[in-house]
């Protein structure tokens, strides 16, 4: 048996300065490798290196991967 999971989006956007010819369309995080309670970061999302996070704590998760809750019907 394995435990399946679900993405919970802690932070729906992040704000960066940079010149407006490096606006990302959009950023992608890879969390195909991530487990249970595994937690992606601010300073872990990548980024051109001309962006400036506004952000002043890194360390606060952008999302989590959380267990899903089992339908006891089943």
Do not use: W
Request: hydrophobic share 40%; net charge neutral.
């Amino acid at each position: 048996m394995f435990a399946s999971g679900l993405l919970n989006k802690i932070r729906p956007s992040l704000k960066y300065n940079c010149p407006s010819e490096h606006i990302p369309q959009k950023i992608e995080i890879d969390i195909s490798n991530l487990d249970i309670g595994d937690k992606v970061f601010m300073r872990d999302v990548t980024v051109h290196p001309s962006l400036e996070l506004l952000s002043k704590n890194e360390s606060l998760p952008v999302c989590k991967i959380v267990a899903a809750k089992l339908d006891s019907t089943q």
